[in-house]
């Protein structure tokens, strides 16, 4: 039986709205995730999106949906296991909490976002998912046509990348199936 579970580049809302985090005028990982290791762990991202809050027409941005190998960002912020929410069946397993975390593993240098500076690493490897140029008074939804689903393979990580010419801050998610 395959889960599916929704993040968002903040934490769990409860009584509060979500926090936008701001984007930067450099590639910064906006959302990082790391998903498990093992044969039951088979990730695939079934929708992404992202939208910002600039109050006037200006030069898009960079936004992309990117798989770049076994080398990490080192994010802000990590995920707690709230953060990672089931999102077509309330049965389904919560995430377990560390570094070695199911489904994702929840660590500044696993599953996290970004709230500030991020430290890259260096990309070698990468595999574009999908990418665009959004406005930052826009936003974009991109669903994945059921059965043509990207997977990630294990030990990768998954980031959305963001580039403007001037900060605005941006509210992104993943919904994915494990």
């Not at 890259?120 to 939804?141: F, K």
Request: glycine share 8%; aromatic share 8%.
């Amino acid at each position: 039986m395959a889960w599916t579970y929704i993040v968002y580049n903040s934490a769990l809302v409860t009584t509060a709205a979500p926090v936008s985090q701001p984007t930067g005028s450099v590639s910064r990982t906006m959302l990082q995730l790391k998903f498990a290791t093992g044969a039951a762990i088979q990730p695939k991202i079934i929708e992404w999106g992202c939208s910002f809050d600039g109050s006037a027409a200006a030069t898009p941005g960079k936004i992309e949906l990117v798989e770049t190998g076994t080398v990490f960002a080192t994010m802000s912020t990590a995920f707690a296991a709230a953060d990672v929410q089931p999102w077509g069946d309330w049965n389904a397993d919560a995430n377990s909490s560390g570094s070695s975390g199911v489904p994702l593993n929840l660590a500044t240098t696993a599953s996290g976002f970004a709230t500030g500076s991020v430290t890259e690493g260096t990309v070698t490897t990468t595999r574009m998912l999908d990418c665009g140029l959004i406005a930052p008074t826009n936003q974009y939804v991109k669903q994945f046509p059921l059965g043509r689903e990207p997977s990630v393979k294990t030990g990768n990580s998954l980031r959305v990348r963001v580039t403007f010419g001037a900060t605005v801050n941006a509210i992104i998610y993943i919904i994915f199936e494990v």
